[in-house]
């Protein structure tokens, strides 16, 4: 969820021990798997695709991707979660890696325990925050003011518990104190579609769709969720410049192994992914994408994804009225 800074992807990997190394010497001598625990074509999918080429080419294997979606992301991550500790099974998702399981009774797993956490890989710079065009609120202050004075009587779009459109809105809720009512839909385009129709208030939607209905008119653009203006909508300011301080929020790209790797196998995937994410063209359809390469090495990469998980885990005893 919180942006990844560029200085962390510049820390020093640290000394790996003489075994670890003498086991990383003998890897990869097989095809490796990497489950994208989502459905085709989605941002994961098409991340992944982009850096596929030049990780086959550094580590000398093919590198077969598997599409193993259900649950929101919770049966391709525990699938891998469950597999040897070889390094020949990856997982490759977004920040539902930890948003997800504090709405969900069922998972079978712990997002921060249960696995190696190899390298952040990409991020977004934010999600749009978005309203119909005729709501009476033409700044984020504005918005929290009717939203005060209106306790319950707004709505927004939640494409899913933990997904990227509910966590953002349920901060803003936390931090500005107010109540704003969540409309569960079946995904984005469903959510996007009673947006412009009217018939609910304001979505945290992705800049790379949002974009396009707000050019138009459609839709007026209050925010952006990242820590700088995005590119797309520059007039638009971030929600920090908007008046609600620390509020930081970006979708994040991840790569996992099951727990127990060996630190050497690790590194060396990690060191791979650096430099695929570097490469001109990688950079290309990144930026087409709305998103940046980052390549955060394996330390603060388990660091960041167990304060995200504290973060979403918050998040989820006040939805839960726990």
């Not at 003489?18 to 989605?42: D, F, K, N």
């Not at 209050?222 to 638009?236: N, Y």
């Amino acid at each position: 969820m919180m942006r990844a800074t560029r200085r962390a992807a510049l820390l020093g990997l640290g000394a790996l021990g003489a075994a670890g190394s003498a086991r990383a010497q003998s890897w990869p001598t097989r095809p490796i798997r990497v489950v994208v625990p989502s459905p085709p074509g989605g941002p994961p999918d098409l991340i992944l695709r982009a850096i596929l080429p030049g990780l086959s080419a550094r580590l000398g294997q093919p590198i077969i991707a598997e599409n193993r979606a259900g649950g929101g992301g919770l049966v391709g991550t525990a699938h891998v979660a469950r597999q040897p500790a070889d390094g020949y099974t990856w997982l490759f998702t977004t920040a539902s890696h930890v948003n997800i399981p504090p709405f969900n009774a069922n998972v079978s797993y712990d997002p921060v325990r249960d696995f190696a956490h190899v390298t952040l890989a990409a991020q977004n710079f934010g999600q749009a925050l978005v309203v119909r065009p005729d709501l009476p609120a033409r700044n984020v202050a504005e918005l929290v003011a009717l939203a005060r004075a209106r306790p319950g009587a707004l709505t927004y779009v939640n494409a899913g518990n933990g997904t990227a459109s509910h966590i953002p809105a349920e901060m803003l809720k936390g931090m500005t104190g107010t109540d704003i009512l969540s409309v569960p839909y079946r995904g984005v385009a469903e959510g996007m579609t009673d947006l412009l129709a009217g018939r609910v208030d304001l979505f945290f939607v992705g800049t790379q769709i949002a974009v396009e209905h707000v050019q138009s008119g459609r839709l007026r653009a209050l925010a952006i969720t990242g820590a700088r203006r995005w590119k797309g909508l520059p007039e638009v300011p971030t929600m920090i410049e908007a008046g609600v301080p620390g509020f930081e929020v970006v979708n994040w790209f991840g790569l996992w192994m099951p727990a127990g790797v060996p630190a050497a196998i690790v590194a060396q995937v990690h060191a791979a992914v650096a430099a695929a994410v570097a490469e001109p063209e990688v950079a290309r359809q990144f930026d087409g994408l709305g998103l940046e390469g980052v390549a955060m090495p394996p330390a603060p990469f388990a660091a960041f994804v167990a304060e995200q998980a504290r973060v979403a885990q918050e998040i989820g005893r006040r939805v839960n009225g726990g």
